[in-house]
């Protein structure tokens, strides 16, 4: 059982945009403002997308974006291409003792 | 280029030890925090150990408390996890990440597979 809540899985079409939710508590997301998304492609090292609830690293997509409201936080992905096609994970700090936490991972398919 | 790059993955019985290593290139490691991050056969990502940039704050998942050891050696540019009591629950790919400023986990290894079986 994940600390973070994420969907199992979701899909788009090609061009199409899609969003994936990270729900925690008030201990990890909505205590800090340390979120960060990871995409992984199969037999890969997860990637940094997204850092600091919002911000890209260099050479990330601005396809990609991110926000957090409450103890929610989420993903979006506009004019999805075949490549998106991965597991993404979400992660908050969650404190000194217990550092991060991650989410269960959201396959995402791109019909 | 930054590059991470794990070595020390293997296959051993319950009750044995591993140690792993991740050896940086592209970036000097000193002053930076460093974690150790798992993923079992098909599941999800799991927080393991950090060290912090000083080597002086070393933290566990509770799982792994009393039986893992993260250390680092700046001289070599490289951080360690000693992995004993070994249990078949740790079977997992093993990476290690370099941590930035947001606690975010910036750069990433390629990992190492370590598999506890009899």
């Known amino acids: 059982q994940s600390a973070l809540t994420q969907p199992a899985s979701v899909s788009g079409s090609p061009g199409q945009s899609i969003t994936i939710s990270c729900t925690g508590t008030s201990d990890n997301v909505g205590g800090y403002n340390l979120v960060s998304w990871y995409q992984q492609h199969p037999g890969k090292a997860p990637k940094l997308i997204i850092y600091e609830v919002k911000r890209r690293p260099s050479g990330v997509s601005n396809r990609f974006s991110g926000s957090k409201s409450g103890n929610t936080a989420s993903l979006t992905i506009t004019g999805l291409q075949a490549e998106d096609e991965a597991d993404y994970y979400c992660c908050s700090y969650a404190g000194s003792k217990i550092f991060v936490v991650f989410g269960g991972g959201t396959k995402l398919t791109v019909l | 280029e930054v590059q991470l790059l794990e070595s020390g993955g293997d296959l051993v019985q319950p009750g044995g030890s591993l140690r792993l290593s991740c050896l940086a290139s592209?970036?000097?490691?000193?002053?930076?925090?460093m974690v150790w991050v798992r993923q079992a056969p098909g599941k999800g990502l799991e927080w393991v150990s950090t060290?912090?940039?000083?080597?002086?704050?070393?933290f566990y998942t509770d799982s792994v408390e009393g039986r893992f050891t993260i250390s680092r050696d700046d001289s070599k540019n490289t951080v360690y996890l000693q992995m004993n009591s070994l249990r078949a629950e740790d079977t997992a790919v093993y990476y290690c990440?370099?941590?930035?400023?947001?606690?975010?986990?910036?750069?990433w290894g390629r990992g190492t597979l370590a598999t506890v079986s009899s």
């Open positions: 060290i912090s940039g000083s080597g002086g704050g070393t």
């Open positions: 592209g970036v000097i490691l000193s002053g930076y925090a």
């Open positions: 990440a370099k941590v930035g400023g947001a606690n975010d986990l910036h750069y």
